[in-house]
């Protein structure tokens, strides 16, 4: 080992250490964030059409994305990026925002929870497949544990044993944001996370502008509840805009399939929400499962 090399070796180790802890910090706040997805479009139902729920938060986001790139003087992506960026936005900015609002439609939030069960082990997959990353043998056992034991947590909660239409969207919006964030994550290796969340909006305005003028129904803007008004802001500036900050840059810094494992999560945060925003009832399973899940997140990043 050269003297060069034992000079910068005590650095090592406690940079590596505090990337990690940088990037679950930020995946934790992300998913968080991402838990009041089924809650937010639950309140929106009745209110707007499910696509007019998807559309118009993504139109918001990517007008609220250009400030945000004119500040930071943020350079163009180049071609294989802006190609890469589109192939983002049919997870992130069509398929699960428009999936989302139609499955609440159909199933309970806490239902909900069913599905989106699967979303981490989605957004490994498509991660491996995108990056030709390789976790261990013991990562996947631990990933799909730890699906099962989110999924078995739900399905007991809710008795769900029917499957819904509205079972077959989320399934759907499952799939795309999984492939959405491994897209995303794996961007971000590139340019910075908020800038690859920008602009994948705002590339996109081309089809949501006209999409959703078409889909302008002024009287039912205008009759639009405070409550309403208030969950379309937060699907629109937090779900689809800043959360994309900090998620963007947790799958660069902590690698999109261990970072992914954090959304086994976001069920327990969507319950609490659920508990304090719309009256459903607290069990003290919860938080036993929780601790139970919190440990595979942490043996799937030892993997």
Not at 182 to 190: I, M, N
Request: net charge positive.
């Amino acid at each position: 080992m050269t003297q060069a090399n034992v000079a910068n070796l005590p650095h090592t180790q406690p940079e590596a250490k505090n990337q990690d802890v940088q990037a679950y910090l930020l995946g934790l706040i992300s998913v968080a964030a991402f838990a009041m997805t089924l809650p937010a479009a639950k309140m929106l139902t009745g209110e707007l059409s499910a696509v007019q729920v998807g559309i118009f938060r993504s139109v918001l986001a990517a007008f609220a994305a250009i400030p945000f790139l004119v500040i930071g003087r943020a350079r163009l992506p180049n071609r294989s990026q802006v190609k890469r960026m589109l192939l983002t936005s049919t997870g992130i900015v069509y398929g699960f925002p428009i999936l989302t609002a139609l499955g609440m439609h159909y199933v309970p939030v806490s239902h909900g929870g069913v599905v989106l069960a699967a979303l981490p082990l989605s957004t490994a997959i498509f991660g491996t497949l995108i990056t030709g990353t390789r976790p261990s043998k013991a990562f996947w056992v631990v990933s799909c544990l730890g699906f099962l034991v989110v999924m078995s947590y739900t399905v007991f909660m809710t008795g769900a044993s029917d499957l819904y239409l509205g079972d077959l969207a989320l399934l759907g919006a499952v799939v795309l944001a999984g492939f959405g964030y491994a897209q995303g994550g794996a961007l971000s290796k590139e340019l910075p996370g908020w800038q690859v969340m920008c602009w994948t909006l705002v590339i996109s305005l081309p089809v949501l502008l006209p999409a959703s003028l078409w889909l302008y129904d002024g009287d039912t803007l205008s009759h639009l509840s405070g409550q309403g008004l208030g969950a379309l802001l937060f699907l629109a500036l937090i779900n689809s805009l800043l959360g994309f900050f900090s998620w963007n840059r947790a799958l660069a810094l902590g690698g999109i399939q261990r970072i992914s494992q954090l959304q086994l999560l976001q069920p327990f945060f969507t319950f609490g929400f659920s508990i304090f925003l719309m009256g459903e009832a607290w069990n003290w399973l919860t938080p036993v499962v929780c601790a139970a899940v919190i440990v595979l997140v942490w043996q799937a990043k030892r993997c």
